[in-house]
């Protein structure tokens, strides 16, 4: 990157100084660069949050797991206020409290099996009988720590359904399961924090692998001489319809997605696209038409004349929901109407790091409003005295008008997701 | 992002950008006008909330966005207060976007002061960029940055880069009766030309544009754009300050600085480019009409990110509710009020039953009461209002405590403190404060604020000098365009009275005299070269020829000549005065030496009436207005001229009694010392002779 060029500072720059900085600056230059919206989109923000996660877990000089969790929920919840529609900082942060109760419970249980050869010898033992819930660990913890994108979600039912009681009552005894009545000679063998780090490290290679796994169902959904419609310039479906692309002739209707995001779209069709994400990942990317597939770009206004004759729809997102709703960029609802208006299946693909274990109450709340002047250009000005213009940049899809998600985990329907959910958050966590 | 990375990578990695350089930013808090009086009277300017961030906050974070990473900020009234201000917020913490940031006083009076002083202190080590601290803005500077490197790698003269937006005949955000008109090289981006012209000219002379017909004949393509919103963000080379040095009386960076330098293009082959975005927000809060568009722009969210929702300042947490609806947590709203569209209302707050708001910023802890109606109303922190009162397009500061069944008229201004009884009307345009110039608290007076309120109407003490907005006032009829609010004279620091006109402003109020083009050109070169010659010591009579050349080319009037020579001869006392020499002693010195050059403009003498004595004494007593100790030196100068015969007695007794010497406060103010003067000369004249004036002088030398 060009450094002498003043740019502004983004995920490049902000990871660049997480290197460099105290974690207390860290963590306030991430706070500002969201609320700056300099760091936008999910994947960026999601990348962001969980190398600052990682940074601050190997800062914090403690193995006390209580202490880490409380230590990650605090900055967890500084983050989440600066920019409460980015909801997969949320995420990532659940996902390392409970990475962190995992391993603390873990910890536990192998402390308990060594008190257990040990109790006659030991009297400070017996505390650790004091919490119930440790006996009964055990099958969650073991699905847990493997590896959970590529473990079939149903195996974990059993866990939970046999078990839910003692996962709740965690939170409330933090001070007792902490492990006070461990042996100073006996002290666990491995180390709570670098697991921790492990698993951070787990989940960052996830958001570095998540398109191309998706992009690995792509030729189960979509066959040859389909008609495809998308929207946005989403790197996650182009790299989706480009996996397809390599074995299956179709035909994919681009809606512009104006105003917010045309300029990327046109970019994306046309191939002229640099890397949007600060990370490059998709620096070499090439378009659709390279690989001989017809691109028609259509303007989204033309999207229910046009839907008649689309065998598919295939959406990314910003964030899902747990009740199967997500909110997407604006004018992705439009397309998912008139999708069902005609019956044709609506597939979006997203990675399992932007579902949310939020339950959307206040769904305006969810949404972003952007700058209006890119839907009235500010030059008019007897307009913009007298006229209030609104630019939302999400829109809120509800469940029933989606039929299919695709996840890095495979495919779901909507009113399977709250699985999901509960494989990959902690209960206690959801609202911290 | 795409768009902003695009600009960023477009100018080739070559020679010039290979050196590593900090970006560094200069910060003007003070832009040395009175617009927002009375409240800056309180608060330093740039500290006034603005949908309830202050409004250095706003600029800072475009800093930050545009990878700023040291700024420089000069403070300039009420410094103490912003410099605490500063060193408590996020920007002095460790995690501040900037690695450095310099908090700078100085006693400066004007823009003009402060690029100097800067310059002096030798702090920029590369391109820069100058903002005034009530900048808004969401543009990524990288665009017009690549632009200006790009331009300046491949010539060394291209030293300025304006930011302007692009706007529409009409708009809101624009100045309503000034407009600021660019002459631009569209295939360069190059400004040839700038001036300010009226937009309200009254029916006899239209508003005139003056182009140099050398700039028509070498540009086959030209641009005049008065649409553009200057928000004053430039960047600069570090030659842009040297200019500045060069030019000791340039006081604004946009009527003398750019006008200057685009006139004196073949002195010094510099040249000025412009870079004008088409989108992106960008906005100055230059009086207090542009602090109601700006407000709106905020609230309607064109600022975005920077709306009150991103929450700027820690602590704040605003979220957005549908119809632009800003509400922190811990608000209190009574059932049945209603809550409009474009409403801000901080924590804290309550509203009583049956109360309407729209189209409101209402900041931390104020209570509203039942029946009241707001619109339009700028509420301001800690602010009671009682049942039944009605408030419509007013600003209300901290603190104010409103009664009951008030009517608070569009256009009023509230400032800190003030309070207001039961069932009063304050009228459209009426400024009512507590504190007075000088930091003290004013007489409170009923019947202004009611019986047991506190405060005191405020009137402007130059209202003749106003220049800028308040022409426009009476076209428009919207709020804040009454002609006391956009209120504002050439370019007073907020300080307080001790700083003040500039000898531009001032000449601009005395527009009886032919103000034209040539004199403008001739005043400022006559000044400069008479400065320079004096600085050097250059013999009178060498000084005289240059002084004739001068005039005579410009075919300026004698009028223009006593005031080169006045400004010039005044800023060189100033100079010798702060290398440590007594008032008395400078100004002899410089009188004495020079004599003959002030002799040859007067030419009145023989006759009865002493026009030219009195103008130049008049021309003295404005000069010295702004000036350090100007009471001091126009005795010693009055003096001075004496005895050294330059002025006669009836001269002196005309001008003290010509109204033009006692029109306005500050004219006053700077003669009062010399009343003894006079009094002692007309006693004087009275006791003797007329013709003995040689004992008189030598009387008055051992005075001294």
Partial sequence: ?432 | MAPKQKAGQKPKPNAAEEVEETFQAVVLADTFETRFEPFTRDTPRCLLPLANTPLIEYTLEFLANAGVEEVFLYGGAHSDQLEKYINASKWRAPSSPFKQFTFLKSTSASVGDVMRDLDGKHLITGDFIVVSGDVISNLPIEGALAQHRARRALDKNAIMTMVLREAGLQHRTKSTSVSPIFVIDPTKDRCLHYEEIDRHPDGDHLARLNIDAEIILKHPELDIRQDLIDCSIDICTPDVLSLWSDSFDYQSPRKHYLFGVLKDYELNGKTLHTYIIKDHYAARVRNLKAYDAISKDILSRWTYPLCPDTNLLPGHTYTLRKGSMYQETGVTLARSCVIGRRTVIGKGTSIGDRAEVHNSVLGRNCKIGRNVKLDGAYIWDDVVIGDNTDVRGAIIADGVVLGKNCVVAAGALLSYGVKIADNVQVESGKRITKTRNDGGVGKNDPAVVGEGGEGYEFIHGEEDEDDDDDVSVASSGLVYRMPNLSLSSASISTLSSEVSNTSWGARSERSSFSADEDSDNFHHDASVSLFDSLREGVAADVVQLELVTLRMSANASDNQVRRAIVTSFMKHIQQLMEGGKGAGPAVTQVFTAYKEVVERTLFDRSKEQKNDQVDLLLSLQQDLIHRNKGDTVLLFTAKSLYELDLIEEEAYDQWWNDERSSKTEEMRAVRSQTEQFVNWLAEAEEETSEDESEEESEEESDDE
């Avoid at chain 1, 479906?237 to 390599?246: N, Y």
């Avoid at chain 1, 006229?387 to 779901?412: R, S």
């Fill in chain 1, 1 to 432: 990157m060009p450094s002498s060029l003043a740019l502004t500072p983004g995920l490049g720059s902000f990871l660049k100084c997480l290197k460099t900085n105290p974690i207390d600056t860290s963590i306030e230059t991430l706070i500002s660069l969201l609320k700056r919206r300099q760091i936008r989109h999910s994947r960026s923000c999601a990348t962001a949050t969980a190398y600052l996660l990682r940074s601050v877990i190997s800062a914090c000089r403690t193995t006390d797991s209580a202490k880490l969790i409380e230590r990650v929920q605090s900055v967890g919840r500084r983050l989440m206020a600066a920019q409460p529609r980015e909801m997969v900082v949320g995420n990532i942060v659940r996902r390392v409290l409970g990475l962190i109760r995992d391993e603390a419970e873990d910890d536990r249980e192998a402390e308990f099996a060594l008190s257990d050869i040990g109790s006659e010898s030991q009297p400070q033992t017996p505390r650790a009988f004091d919490d119930p819930a440790l006996p009964l660990d055990r099958d969650s913890l073991s699905f847990r720590s493997e590896d959970r994108t590529t473990r079939p979600p149903l195996t974990s039912m059993f866990s939970l359904l046999s078990h839910p009681e003692p996962e709740h009552s965690l939170p409330s005894t933090p001070g007792s399961s902490s492990p006070s009545g461990r042996l100073p000679g006996h002290s666990p063998s491995k180390d709570v924090r670098a697991e921790v780090l492990e698993g951070i490290g787990e989940i960052i290679d996830e958001l570095g692998q998540v398109d191309d796994q998706i992009a690995a169902y792509a030729l189960d959904h979509i066959h040859s001489n389909e008609i495809i419609l998308t929207h946005t310039s989403s790197t996650t479906v182009q790299k989706f319809l480009l996996k397809a692309a390599t074995k299956r002739k179709f035909t994919v209707i681009h809606a512009e997605s104006y105003p917010n995001n045309h300029e990327a779209t046109h970019a994306t069709v046309s191939g002229s696209a640099s890397d949007d994400d600060n990370l490059g990942l998709e620096a070499f990317q090439k378009p659709l038409i390279e690989h001989g597939i017809t691109v028609i770009l259509i303007p989204d206004s033309a999207v229910f004349a046009i839907m008649s004759r689309v065998n598919k729809v295939i959406l990314g997102t910003h964030s899902v929901l747990a009740n199967g709703g997500l909110v997407a960029a604006a004018g992705t609802r439009v397309i998912a109407r008139a999708a069902k208006v005609h019956q044709t299946p609506v597939v979006v693909v997203s990675g399992v790091y932007k579902l949310s274990p939020v339950y959307p109450f206040d769904f305006d709340s969810l949404i972003e409003y952007g700058d209006p002047s890119k839907v009235l250009s500010y030059e008019e000005g007897d307009l913009v005295d007298l006229v209030d213009v609104q630019n939302p940049i999400y829109d809120y899809v509800p469940a029933e008008l989606v039929d299919l998600y695709i996840t890095n985990i495979g495919g779901h329907a909507p009113s399977y997701l709250y699985r999901i959910v509960s494989d990959h958050y902690r209960k206690e966590d959801i609202s911290f």
